[in-house]
Nanobody
Framework: QVRLVESGGGLVQAGGSLRLSCVAS????????MGWYRQGPGQQRELVAS???????NYADSVKGRFNISRVNAKNTVYLQMNSLKPEDTAVYYC?????????????WGQGTQVTVSS
């Protein structure tokens, strides 16, 4: 069974920083793109940042210059360093990974971690 487990969320004041981590575990043959999404109250889930296996990154305009995504392929782990946080960054953050397993290739999601930024 494949699992994605996020950690690192919490409450922080505006201007502060948080680092999210996501570890994929289970019968994983290969990890392709990994990324972070978020869903704020009453909003649709949106892409925050993604990273390919080779390290190419993509960011939402709203987080460019403030957030940094990275990964360690050998550990099936992806990170999201969030700096200069704003109240509008408040959301549940979800990890996503495109994985090859014995059942084939599929996207997987974590359970989400809450990030709350106070003004």
């Amino acid at each position: 069974q494949v699992r994605l487990v996020e950690s690192g969320g919490g409450l922080v004041q505006a201007g502060g920083s948080l680092r999210l981590s996501c570890v994929a575990s289970g019968s994983i043959l290969s990890t392709n793109d990994m990324g972070w999404y978020r869903q704020g109250p009453g909003q649709q889930r949106e892409l925050v940042a993604s990273i390919t296996r080779s390290g190419s990154t993509n960011y939402a305009d709203s987080v460019k210059g403030r957030f940094n995504i990275s990964r360690v392929n050998a550990k099936n782990t992806v990170y999201l360093q969030m700096n200069s946080l704003k109240p509008e960054d408040t959301a549940v953050y979800y990890c996503n990974a495109d994985l090859w397993t014995s059942r084939g290739r599929s996207p997987y999601w974590g359970q989400g971690t809450q990030v709350t930024v106070s003004s």
